[in-house]
C-alpha cells in the first residue's frame, strides 16, 4: 500500500472527507489518482458531495471514466440532487460529451428524483427534438418509464 492509500483511509476512518478528497486531488499519476477517486467516490459523494464534484469537475479528473462515476451519484444527498444532476447533464454530457447510457440514465434519474417536473418535461422535450432531427437518444428509454412508475 502506497502513503498516499494509507493517508486517504487514515483520513476517512476519522471522518475527515475533505482531507482525504484534497489527498486524492495531490496525487501526480492521474492514472492512480483516478482509481483513487473511482474507489472512494461513493463515500465521498455521500459526505461532500459539493467538494467532491467540483474536484470531478476540475482538470485534474479530465480523464476519468465517467460511467465508472455513475453508481456512486445515486447516493447523493436529496439535498444536493440537483447539483448532481448539473454535473452529469452540463458536465458528463454537454461538455465531456458522453455517449454511455448509464451516464444518460442517471441524468434522467437525478431529474426524475429532484421532483422538479418543469425540468423534467423540459428535459423529454429536448430529447424529443433531437429524436426528430435525427439524432440518437441515449437513456433507456424502459428505464426511464421505469423510473417515472416509482
Known sequence: MHQHQKLIVHFINKGEYKKA??????????????????????????????????????????SIDIPKLMPALMGCPDDR???????????????????DSSVHNMSFYLFAKSENLEELVSFLEAQEANKNTGQAIFFDVTYALNVCKQ
Do not use: G, W
Open 81 to 99: 440532487v440537483t447539483y448532481a444532476r448539473k454535473f452529469v447533464t452540463e458536465y458528463c454530457i454537454n461538455l465531456r460529451r458522453e455517449r
Open 21 to 62: 478528497l484534497d489527498m486524492i486531488q495531490m496525487i501526480k499519476s492521474n492514472e492512480t489518482k483516478n482509481y483513487e477517486m473511482i474507489k472512494h467516490v461513493s463515500l465521498l459523494i455521500k459526505k461532500v458531495p459539493v467538494e467532491t464534484i467540483l474536484a470531478l469537475r476540475s482538470e485534474a479528473f479530465r
